[in-house]
């Protein structure tokens, strides 16, 4: 059997009637780019975020570093982001003239860890990005004691999470301002790149749409230095046609997690940990194995498809030689590096996939 670690086939079956109607009819109205599409998907998806504003941008980096251009998030400045995330975070910080601080996961969660915050705090520390990483909320309550403790502000990564919750509350609901990505294998995932920015701030989200347009005002005024990054209408078009389905998608993502947790019991792997404060979408279905290769061999050699969430952690990469971090200081990053593989997980695997997923590894 072949079972990829991610299709879109299953759902691209179901709403290629849709996407190819939204095409048409963005083709033949003939208009590309800051249209009525933008405008109606930013309603939806501020809606279905529960927040007063949403703001379409090019991409999930792009919408986290608006956000921090936005708050005033620049050179001199510390943002505190996981040393466990994919690099957009901590690049994002970079693009604004900051420097990422990075604070250790707690290894059950894979999620920044509250406790280790405040001491990493210093009086250049401006704002704390938490991730939602794999689909589950951080520990939001003492993220944001902490921040208002000291005056910082609170950024969400959320590219990984639409639609998980926290103690019933949506993420993105918590900071100042939240960042989505729609990449095509994100839980809610346009037809090529876009992102978006949430906040119930109006002042910020009208400064983040300026930033996005050239720091323009409105047309031929520029008032910032801004960027070009927008949502265009096709993607805009796409994502609205998506977005209703996302809840009944995750929903079978949670389905497929719970048959995971309560079917694979080898004792080599450790599953992932759900606190109670949590509901998660499951973007991604991480598992732990001091033999990681060779599961990975393993798996791969009988048709199952992984993936590792990520290989290299952000401080031992390259880019960030600068830095100058040495292997062993952030054990925690590096462990998870080491020993983390992605199963499996997307909507429309079938119960006999799942099932062969789960044989597998418990023969491993
Ligand atoms: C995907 C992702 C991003 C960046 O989103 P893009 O749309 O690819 O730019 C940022 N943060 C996290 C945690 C992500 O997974």
Redesign the pocket.
Known sequence: MQIPFVSFLPMERELEQDLRAAFDRVFKRSWYIEGTEDEAFEKAFAEYCDVKYCVGVG????A?MLALKALGVSKGDDVIVPSN??I??ALAVTYVGATPVFVEPDIRTFNINPDLIEAAITDKTKAIMP?H?YGQACDMDPIMEIAKKHGLFVVE?C??AHGATYKGKKIGTFGDVAGF???PG?NLGALG?A?AVVTNCKELADRIRALGNYGSDYKYHHIYKGNNSRLDEMQAAFLAIKLPHLERMNTERRRIAQKYLEEINNPEIILPFVPDYATPVWHIFAIRCRRRAELEKFLNKKGIGTNKHYPIPMHLQDCYKDLAFKEGELPIAEEISATELSIPMYYGMTDVEIQYVIDAINEF
Do not use: E, H, R, W
């Not at 991409?59 to 792009?62: C, I, K």
């Open positions: 991409n999930g980096l792009d986290l995330t994919y957009a975070t991730v990483l990564d590219a990984q990505s729609f990449y994100k790149d992102g």
